[in-house]
């Protein structure tokens, strides 16, 4: 079986395809119109979360019922208009006009621009549970001088904006005005009776096993033609390759090695970049990480290369700094090649046997698939080969946040973690994981990261106005992360998708965070 690798097109991660294998029994797909996949599964799932304010994945499913203003084409090439049919930016890059769809809630209201006010709002206050606030803190005023147009005006230019706002989903002002910011986190309206504008509505969740959305029939870009569609819930990716392959459901996220084993006459395989870079992150508050040298020493104990070639089967591509893309690496940076024997010089300079020796380091991740246990092991063996003893420790994802986002973080849970943030398809996407100013509660710098030149380079992109000089700011940022090192990057590598032959106009995509993208919902079926 052949896949697309890293230097593929995405036009060919782009899943026009078929889909759905009949459902044995008294399945949920009974009635021929229901569509019933494992969308959640993967990294770019967020199974369980339905508050789409706290979500940092999971927006393929999310897309579904709720929609932004904004949104990626099909590949992931330029932002488009959604529930902003048009949009203008000023050439100070300080205004933002949008001209709004005409389209209605779930429950038949008016979508207006007092909508987009509210939800910009909610999304800058912090006690709602937001993972936004520090993204759209440039944001000083939302004017709405008419029910279709929406205003904002920025205090300095933000040059990652439209890319928040395409996962920033607009609320309904009169559904959720009534209830107080400090309960809206976890309130049950979200699971229970929540309404967006998007082509299908939510119907019914039951606990740990699915959520239900139906068609609806009054969607601005015409009734969708499945009738349902079901997101099941599966422990694990092993879980939800068996259901696929015994016709359960008709799609989902698979490994690289789980890809080969399904049947071209019946599924397609979606193969692309994942958009995201994985990385070895190093806790600022821990002692052990100061001197830059042992994180140097962590780089070059790690052949990555190898790593690549024996459990990625090549689909993966080496990262010297947040980036991999030619146009945003400088070509002078440091390669960090393989050399246990200099990891260990550096070590012993640092002072290593009095910093830590041969002390356990809990290293932390949310990856708990096969590949990600090999990736792990090996990179544990390749460290334990120059002095530094990582324990891996593999919990789910709700473990993993509950523990790097706690009021009062237990420093010793987390010294290390292995994860991945969003480097593309725009790269100020990565500013929310190394911007000192993007510390929780503000933000995703979990790791506490505080270096001025990191800093600095990504507040220099963030503020360009010129388009002509982003990728050279880009490349600053690459470098500072290349020579200061907040975390000991790895690679990026492919994604896979599996979707049954049997559906029609399907669009499914291997991107950072689930998308969200321009999937045309409403237009997915079912071959008779």
């Known amino acids: 079986m052949k896949f697309t690798t890293m230097a593929s097109t995405l036009a060919l991660a782009t899943a026009i395809v078929a889909g759905m294998a009949a459902q044995p029994g008294e399945s949920l797909a009974a009635d021929g119109g229901t569509l019933t996949g494992a969308f959640d599964v993967g990294p770019g799932g967020f199974q369980g979360n339905f508050n789409p304010l706290m979500a940092t994945a999971g927006f393929t499913w999310l897309s579904l019922y709720f929609e932004p203003l904004v949104i990626w084409d099909q590949d992931l090439a330029a932002i488009q208009g959604a529930l902003a049919e048009s949009y203008e930016v000023s050439e100070d890059k300080l205004t933002y006009t949008f001209h709004l769809a005409d389209a209605t809630w779930h429950d038949g209201e008016a979508f207006t621009s007092e909508d987009v006010k509210f939800t910009i709002d909610l999304a800058q206050q912090g006690e709602t549970g937001t993972v936004f606030a520090a993204r759209l803190g440039a944001i000083e005023t939302v004017e709405t001088p008419d029910d279709r147009t929406a205003i904002l005006t920025l205090s300095e230019p933000n040059a990652g904006l ?110 692309g970049q994942s958009y995201v870079v994985n990385y070895l992150g190093f806790n600022n508050e821990v002692p052990l990480w100061e001197d830059t040298r042992v994180r140097r020493a962590v780089m070059h104990a790690i052949n990555r290369e190898a790593i690549i070639e024996s459990l990625y089967g090549g689909a993966a591509e080496a990262a010297n700094c947040g980036y991999v893309a030619d146009h945003l690496v400088p070509s002078d940076i440091d390669p960090y090649a393989y050399d246990p024997e200099k990891a260990q010089q550096l070590l012993e300079e640092a002072g290593w046997e009095e910093i830590n020796g041969d002390e356990p380091i809990t290293l932390l991740t949310y990856y708990t698939n096969p590949l990600a246990t090999n990736v792990l092991a090996a990179m544990q063996a390749m460290l334990a080969q120059v002095g530094i003893n990582v324990v891996p420790k593999a919990v789910d994802v709700p473990t993993y946040n509950a523990t790097i986002y706690a009021q009062e ?90 979707a049954s032959k049997d559906l029609e106009n399907f669009v499914w995509l291997p991107a950072p965070a689930g998308g969200p993208y321009d999937a045309n919902a409403e237009d997915w079926a079912i071959a008779e």
């Not at 139906?214 to 969708?224: F, K, L, S, W």
Request: hydrophobic share 40%; aromatic share 10%.
């Open 162 to 271: 439209l890319n928040t706002l395409t996962q920033l989903m607009m609320l309904p002002q009169h559904a959720l005005s009534e209830i107080p910011a400090d309960n809206l986190a976890r309130n049950e309206w979200w699971s229970t009776s929540p309404i967006g504008t998007g082509p299908f509505a939510f119907s019914e969740y039951v606990t740990d096993q699915y959520v239900e959305l139906v068609a609806n029939p009054d969607y601005r870009e015409g009734t969708p033609k499945l009738d349902r569609i079901i997101n099941r819930y599966f422990e694990n990716t092993a879980a939800a390759v068996a259901a696929l392959k015994a016709g359960e459901i008709s799609i989902s996220y698979v490994e690289a090695d789980d890809a080969a084993t399904f049947d071209e006459e019946a599924f397609n395989v979606i193969a």
């Open 409 to 498: 973080p237990d420093w010793s849970q987390f010294p290390m973690v292995y994860a991945g943030l969003q480097n593309g398809p725009d790269p100020s996407a990565i500013n929310i994981g190394l911007n000192e100013a993007q510390i929780p509660p503000a933000g995703a710098n979990f790791l506490r990261v505080r270096m001025p030149e990191v800093t600095d380079a990504l507040n220099a992109a963030l503020n360009e106005t010129d388009t002509s000089q982003l990728d050279a700011r880009y490349q600053d940022v690459c470098q500072a992360m290349n020579e200061n090192l907040p975390w000991g990057t790895m690679w990026v590598a492919s994604r896979y998708g599996v």
